[in-house]
C-alpha cells in the first residue's frame, strides 16, 4: 500500500529530475554557438501507479522520472541541407576556376592574345602597303614576338592552373577519406553506446556534422540502421558502411567528371569536388583550344611566309618555328623561327623578292577574315572570340548558380536552426520553468518532510 514516506520519495525524485533538466538547459546555453550541436530536451514519464486498498481498489501515482534526453532533429531538412550543400560545393568551386582561368586571358585588355592578332594582322597589312619599309617590317616581327608571347604565356598559366587544379582534386579526395574514417569510427562509438541503453547524442551530432562537410565535398547519399549506425554512399560508391571504410577511388577522369576504382566507375554530380573536376576540365579544354590556334597560326602563316622571296634570292624561310613532322607542337613553345628572329631581311613580302612586292604581306594581313577549316570555318579573330565568349557564358552561369544555391542553402539552414538550434529566449524561458518546478518540488518535500516527523513524533 501506499506508505507514509511515498510523497518524500516523489519530491526527492522530482528535486533530481528538475535538476538534471536543469543541467540539460544549461548544456544547450554552453553550446549556443558550438557548431553542428542539436538542441537536446527532457522527456519526463510518469513512474507506474501504486495500488492499494482502501474499501476498493485504488491507485495513486508514484511521481515521474527522466525517460530520455531526445536531440532535436528533423531528418528531412537534414536531407535538403546536404544535398542543397553538395551542389554549392560544385557551383561555388568551379566558378571559381571558371574566373581564374578568364583571369588568365584577361580578355578584353590592351595585353590580350585578341589585341596581339588584330596587330599582327596590322602589321602585316600595313607591310603590303609598303613592302620596302623598315619600320614595317620590324614591326611584323615584334607583332609577332607579342602574339606568340602571349599564347605561350596564357598556354604556360594554364598548366600551371591545371597542375594546382589536379593537386586540389587530391586534396579532395583525401579529406573524403578522412572523414569517412572519422564517420566509421563514430559509427563505432554509438552502436556500443546505445547497445549499452546509453546517450549518444553529442556523437551523433558530431557524426551529422562529419556527413554535412562530406556533402560539401562530393554528391551523399545517407543509410540509417536500427543499431543506429550509418551507411555513406558518396558518388554512388558504398565509402561508410557501420565500422567498415571502402576508399573512395583515386583514379579520375576531368573530362567526364568520374572516378574509378579500377572495376567501376562512379559519376560525380556534386560538391567541391565536381567543382575541381570541372574547372580542371575546362583549363584543358583552353589549353587544347590555344593549341588549335597556334597550330592553325602556324600552318597557315608559314605556308604563305615559305612561298616568299626576298632580295637575297632566299625562299622557304618560315615565320614561326615549326616541326617537319606532324603533329605540330601546339601553344607549349610557340614563336618566331630562328631565321626571323635573327635577320629582319627574312621577313618575306612577296613571290618576287622586288622590294615593291607587297603580294605575300596583303595575303597574310586578309588572312585575319578568312575562314579557317581546322577552327570550325571560323578566321583566327573569330575562332578565339568564341572561346572568351562562352567561357565567359560558362562562368556567368556558374555563378549565377552558386548564387542560387547559396540562397537556397541559406533558407534552409535558417529552417534547421529553427528547429535544432539553440534560443537563449527560449532556453531561459524553460530554466526559470524548471526553477519554479524545483523550488514547488522542494517546498512540497519540506511539507512531507514535517508530515514524517510529526507522524514519528506520534509513534513515540
Known amino acids: ?81 546536404n544535398n542543397a550543400s553538395s551542389q554549392f560545393g560544385k557551383y561555388d568551386t568551379a566558378s571559381t576556376h571558371l574566373q581564374r582561368i578568364e583571369g588568365i586571358y584577361g580578355e578584353p585588355s590592351d595585353s590580350g592574345i585578341n589585341q596581339a592578332l588584330d596587330r599582327f594582322f596590322n602589321s602585316w597589312s600595313g607591310l603590303g602597303s609598303n613592302p620596302g619599309d623598315t619600320a614595317a617590317k620590324t614591326e611584323v616581327r615584334l607583332s609577332g614576338q607579342v602574339l606568340t608571347d602571349r599564347v605561350r604565356n596564357r598556354y604556360q598559366d594554364l598548366t600551371l592552373l591545371g597542375n594546382t587544379q589536379t593537386a586540389q582534386v587530391t586534396s579532395t579526395i583525401d579529406q573524403i577519406n578522412g572523414l569517412a574514417n572519422r564517420i566509421a569510427s563514430l559509427n563505432a562509438q554509438i552502436t556500443a553506446t546505445v547497445g549499452t541503453d546509453g546517450s549518444a547524442n553529442d556523437l551523433m551530432d558530431q557524426r551529422d556534422l562529419a556527413v554535412s562537410d562530406l556533402s560539401s565535398l562530393v554528391n551523399v547519399n545517407r543509410q540509417i540502421f536500427p543499431d543506429g549506425s550509418y551507411a555513406i554512399y558518396a558518388a ?48 584543358n579544354v583552353q589549353k587544347a583550344n590555344l593549341d588549335q590556334l597556334a597550330n592553325q597560326l602556324r600552318t597557315q602563316v608559314n605556308t604563305l611566309h615559305a612561298a616568299g622571296t626576298n632580295g637575297a634570292g632566299d625562299t622557304g624561310v618560315l615565320f614561326f618555328n615549326d616541326v617537319l613532322v606532324p603533329p605540330q607542337t601546339g601553344a607549349g613553345n610557340f614563336a618566331l623561327s ?26 597574310l594581313g586578309e588572312m585575319r577574315d578568312t575562314a579557317q577549316v581546322t577552327l570550325g570555318g571560323k578566321s583566327f579573330k573569330s575562332y578565339f572570340s568564341d572561346i572568351i565568349g562562352k567561357l565567359t557564358s560558362d562562368t556567368n552561369f556558374q555563378v549565377n548558380a552558386a ?25 531561459m524561458a524553460n530554466l526559470v520553468k524548471m526553477q519554479r518546478s524545483y523550488q514547488a518540488a522542494a517546498r512540497a518535500m519540506t511539507i512531507f518532510d514535517q508530515m514524517s516527523e510529526e507522524l514519528i513524533n506520534l509513534i513515540r
Open 338 to 363: 630562328s631565321d626571323v628572329q635573327g635577320d629582319l631581311s627574312k621577313v618575306m613580302t612577296g613571290l618576287t623578292g622586288d622590294a615593291s612586292d607587297g603580294s605575300i604581306a596583303q595575303q
Open 1 to 81: 500500500m501506499a506508505g507514509p514516506f511515498l510523497g518524500l520519495n516523489m519530491s526527492s525524485l522530482a528535486l533530481k529530475n528538475y535538476q538534471r533538466a536543469m543541467t540539460t538547459i544549461g548544456n544547450n546555453i554552453a553550446n549556443v554557438n558550438t557548431r553542428g550541436y542539436s538542441r537536446q530536451t527532457v522527456e519526463f514519464s510518469p513512474l507506474p501507479q501504486l495500488q492499494f486498498y482502501s474499501g476498493t481498489w485504488k491507485s495513486i501515482g508514484q511521481g515521474s522520472l527522466i525517460s530520455s534526453v531526445n536531440r532535436v532533429r528533423a531528418d528531412y531538412l537534414e536531407a535538403s541541407q
Open 236 to 283: 554512388g560508391h558504398t565509402l561508410v558502411q557501420g565500422a567498415s571504410v571502402r576508399p573512395f577511388p583515386s583514379t579520375f577522369d576531368a573530362a567526364t567528371g568520374t572516378v574509378t576504382d579500377g572495376t567501376n566507375t562512379f559519376s560525380v554530380k556534386g560538391g567541391a569536388l565536381a567543382g575541381h573536376l570541372a574547372g580542371l576540365n575546362e583549363t
Open 403 to 427: 548564387a542560387t544555391e547559396a540562397g537556397v542553402l541559406d533558407q534552409i539552414e535558417q529552417q534547421q536552426q529553427a528547429v535544432s538550434g539553440v534560443s537563449l529566449d527560449d532556453e
